[in-house]
């Protein structure tokens, strides 16, 4: 069983940059596949980005590419996802969530952990 636990969110004026970390526990972090989404009020979980367990392979969806990046330290049992020119319309709550299957994942029900969430909110 892993438990994931995310951090790092917080409030931020448009343009600005924060840096959200995932730590997880109670497993072997280098085997899972690992990906971030959110969640905006009144909207649908969506794919924010998606990093193979060794970090070889990522992806970002269209509407944050160029601005965030996910990277990951398996030696800390960390995942990150550094954000830049962060927008109003990125406001959401953020999770991390840990696949053992392997892969580049986009679509959440391949996820089989997920953390809580760190509130974002960004200030026009």
């Known amino acids: 069983q892993v438990q994931l636990v995310e951090s790092g969110g917080g409030l931020v004026q448009a343009g600005g940059s924060l840096r959200l970390s995932c730590t997880a526990s109670?497993?072997?972090?280098?085997?899972?596949?690992m990906g971030w989404f959110r969640q905006a009020p009144g909207k649908e979980r969506e794919f924010v980005a998606a990093?193979?367990?060794?970090?070889?392979?990522?992806g970002h969806a269209d509407s944050v590419t160029g601005r965030f990046t996910i990277s990951r330290d398996n030696a800390k049992n960390t995942l990150y996802l550094q954000m830049n020119n962060l927008k109003p319309e990125d406001t959401a709550v953020y999770y991390c969530?840990?696949?053992?299957?392997?892969?580049?994942?986009?679509?959440?029900?391949?996820?089989?952990?997920w953390g809580q969430g760190t509130q974002v909110a960004v200030s026009s």
């Open positions: 109670g497993g072997t972090f280098s085997d899972y596949s």
């Open positions: 969530a840990a696949d053992p299957r392997g892969g580049l994942r986009i679509t959440g029900t391949h996820y089989t952990y």
């Open positions: 990093i193979t367990s060794g970090g070889a392979s990522m």
